[in-house]
């Protein structure tokens, strides 16, 4: 009774208050939908109550999505894209078996490229074991090209320097043929290479001519298509496993890890390609 006279004398009612908090969306979507139709059946109630609920769930993930990164594609990128994994799609596995597939990548000293996530108690984020540490101006890292093929990793080279057409050039020269051999490829192997212009110059391709080294034709912006990618993450996500504290090491782990690699995880294509057509040239989850 008590508390009866005072909400009476605070509020000027003795009528239930509204309680703390945010209204349900369920139950203020059932209350629009009787009010914009007052004899609405409970069958129509539960569904727009539903269809309410599935938008709030749809919200949820909308919001909580991280954006990928994607190579930007032109309309002519796509097309190509799309041309490429038709024209392949029915190749015989024994066409991608003979395929030297190869690419350059970046590994840095400390994996500054690579995410790290920490299972920490509040207030210690920067205790030793919840960080990463840093060096200033990165640490140091390194270019390396790979080629590999169905049967497994061919040659790793470091790159020294920046490199240009001349440079790819030697690395080819000294790297291709030593990898075709070891590989026990067929006289009809094909070399797969993007289309970096330092892979397309006039003095590469004339290079290339004089070697009778034959290449695959390629669609710009296809990372997502050369499965040497799949092999690039394996290769850094061990390497900085190892923790190495110098590029010395860094390029001795590079070198040891790689030739780890077992054929198994190099001797399937084509999933790719059916990926690329069903998005119809667009970007694809490899």
Not at 73 to 102: C, G, M, V, Y
Request: net charge positive.
């Amino acid at each position: 009774m008590a508390y009866i006279i005072l909400k009476l004398k605070k509020f000027g009612t003795t009528r239930t208050l509204p309680r703390a908090g945010c209204q349900g969306q369920t139950e203020h979507s059932g209350r629009m939908e009787v009010t914009k139709k007052l004899m609405v059946t409970l069958t129509e109630l539960q569904r727009s109550c539903m269809e309410m609920e599935q938008k709030r769930d749809w919200a949820k993930m909308v919001c909580m999505a991280i954006p990928r990164r994607k190579p930007l594609l032109s309309k002519k990128n796509i097309k190509a894209r799309l041309s490429f994994a038709r024209k392949h799609l029915d190749d015989p596995q024994d066409f991608w078996e003979n395929t030297l597939w190869s690419d350059e990548t970046k590994i840095e000293l400390f994996g500054r490229s690579v995410s790290h996530y920490v299972w920490r108690k509040s207030n210690t984020a920067f205790q030793k074991n919840n960080i990463i540490p840093t060096v200033k101006y990165g640490g140091g890292s390194m270019m390396v090209w790979g080629c590999f093929a169905a049967s497994g990793p061919g040659r790793l080279a470091v790159i020294n320097g920046t490199m240009n057409s001349a440079v790819y050039q030697k690395i080819l020269k000294k790297n291709i043929r030593p990898s075709v051999c070891d590989l026990k490829r067929k006289q009809t192997w094909v070399l797969q290479q993007d289309n970096d212009p330092k892979y397309t110059s006039k003095s590469t391709s004339e290079w290339l001519k004089k070697n009778k080294m034959k290449t695959l034709e390629w669609p710009s912006q296809s990372p997502d298509l050369n499965p040497i990618e799949m092999l690039w993450h394996d290769l850094k996500k061990v390497v900085h496993a190892r923790k190495p504290s110098n590029v010395a090491e860094l390029q001795q782990f590079c070198k040891d890890e790689w030739a780890k690699i077992p054929p198994q995880r190099c001797n399937s294509y084509g999933k790719c390609l059916i990926a690329v057509v069903a998005a119809k040239g667009g970007p694809t989850s490899y």
